[in-house]
């Protein structure tokens, strides 16, 4: 049996639902480390960055679903709901804390900022084209919305990661390396999917 | 000699560590049974007066010198040595020269002063800074009528400083005061805090404090002040000149480009550290603003 035969076969047999509860186990972790110092004089910042970053990553995994079958044969599809739905989540829970926990509900220095300050307007922007997305992601929504239609809808996910990307290479102070290394991947998962355009998309 | 300006909150000054700890606590017990209940302005501030712990203020900093990241500082600035250190007073004063500082010291007045600290990146601090007044440094070198601006740089001793490898600011840094300000009693050189020589990471073995300012023009472990009669080149003006110009007060009015300077958060608060006002000249209005009469403030930022 082929390697890419055994992942396909262990990935039918592992049930999706103890991966949310994995999934979401760094945030009880990091809401203790932000009590206990873990994470330094200042942890509502390293909190919301930390939420952000894994957010970030959620949404890097989705996108490799696609060209793992495409160029790899390996079928992992049965698990992007749930990235896409825990991606959400933890970009949910980083805006909480910048919400709540950075800015105090003042609103009226939110809004400004919303719109003077590009990367929040884009990191925004970026949550936003995933509301759709996290409502959509039951069964009911793909049959009403129909097959073409929900994957229509659903290449959302590009913007928002894009944005996602642009959010957080315009957030640090300077030219730092790691929002460009997640940048670079973003693009290259995007790339994978262009030459399959032109091609009339089979089933 | 000194002692011209003390502090309105002189209580304090008495008031030892473990002290400020605890009540300290008592009070982000009590912020947190609050909770989202609003600012409470001018009263905030003055409690917001109540000194950060040792650890807040020597664990948390920016020293690009030794790495840009917040504790970098603190991992990293063990590497320089303090002893000898010299402090080359020239440019228009009456007797130029390199003045150890030991001599600079046993001439000096040493003094607490309470300030905040407001990073511009708007978190900031309350520190018990020991140290003396500029005025009285400048004094010992004899400044000339001429002069009408002090320039300050840093150290830049690369194999001591690992940020220095990385050219994220046109090494070594400088900074720049106009004369008035620079004589100003508010204005020290520190060389301690809590009683303690400063540690290296905050700037040892003396640093310029400048609190109406945004904490970057406090600039640390100073080699080198010069006398001038123009405006000395400023480190985050080279950098990023649409971002930081010469004055760079503390001012809740004007933005930084990219994010908002009416409100703070005090370092050491925990997760649930609720935003303060920023107030205008970091609270020292009415001691600064004569400096700054018929300025534009919006232009000068």
């Known amino acids: 049996m082929s390697l890419v035969d055994r992942i396909n076969g262990f990935a039918r047999k592992v049930p999706t639902w103890p991966l949310y509860i994995i999934y979401l186990l760094p945030v009880p972790w990091l809401l203790y480390l932000a009590q206990t110092g873990g994470l330094g004089r200042e942890p509502i910042k390293a909190l919301e960055h930390e939420l952000g970053e894994i957010a970030l990553q959620l949404l890097i995994l989705g996108l490799t679903i696609t060209p793992l079958r495409r160029y790899l044969g390996i079928n992992l599809i049965k698990f992007r709901r749930m990235l896409g739905l825990l991606a959400f989540t933890y970009v949910t829970l980083h805006l909480a804390v910048w919400v709540v926990l950075d800015m105090n509900l003042l609103w009226s220095q939110m809004w400004a900022d919303v719109w003077k300050r590009p990367y929040i307007t884009i990191g925004m922007a970026g949550f936003l084209a995933l509301v759709p997305l996290a409502i959509t992601s039951n069964n009911a929504s793909v049959r009403k919305l129909g097959a073409a239609g929900w994957r229509n809808l659903h290449k959302l996910t590009y913007a928002a990661v894009l944005m996602g990307g642009i959010h957080y290479i315009w957030l640090v102070k300077g030219i730092q390396i790691e929002p460009l290394i997640y940048m670079a991947v973003i693009v290259i998962l995007l790339a994978l999917r262009l030459p399959k355009r032109k091609a009339p998309q089979r089933a | ?301």
Request: aromatic share 10%.
């Open chain 2, 1 to 301: 000699m000194a002692n011209r300006w003390t502090n309105t909150l002189k209580d304090n000054d008495v008031t030892p560590e473990s002290a400020y700890l605890n009540r300290r606590q008592l009070m982000a017990g009590a912020a947190a049974g609050v909770g989202l209940a609003g600012i409470g302005g001018q009263a905030q501030a003055k409690e917001s007066l109540e000194p950060n712990s040792w650890e807040d203020i020597t664990q948390y900093n920016n020293f690009y010198e030794f790495g840009t990241g917040k504790t970098d500082p603190a991992a990293n600035a063990h590497m320089l040595t303090t002893q000898p250190w010299t402090v080359r007073i020239d440019g228009m004063v009456d007797k130029p020269g390199d003045f150890a500082f030991e001599d600079i010291m046993k001439a000096m007045t040493i003094e607490e002063r309470i300030y905040r600290l407001r990073c511009v990146e708007a978190w900031s601090m309350v520190v018990p800074w020991n140290g003396f007044e500029l005025a009285d440094m400048l004094n010992l070198a004899g400044v000339q009528s001429g002069a009408k601006y002090v320039a300050f740089e840093t150290l830049l001793r690369p194999e001591e400083m690992p940020g220095t490898r990385y050219r994220v600011i046109d090494w070594p840094y400088v900074e720049g005061l106009r004369l008035d300000e620079a004589m100003h009693p508010l204005t020290i050189m520190a060389t301690g805090i809590y009683g303690k020589d400063i540690p290296n990471q905050n700037g040892a073995p003396l640093r310029l404090v400048v609190p109406w300012k945004y904490g970057f023009k406090s600039i640390k472990s100073v080699v080198r002040v010069t006398l001038t009669d123009k405006e000395p080149p400023t480190s985050w003006n080279k950098t990023l000149p649409n971002e930081y110009k010469f004055y760079s007060n503390v001012n809740p009015n004007v933005d930084h480009p990219r994010w908002s300077q009416a409100t703070e958060r005090k370092i050491g608060g925990g997760l649930f550290s609720q935003r303060i006002p920023t107030l205008m000249f970091n609270g020292y209005e009415e001691e600064v603003a004569p400096l700054y009469e018929g300025m534009d403030l919006v232009k000068h930022f």
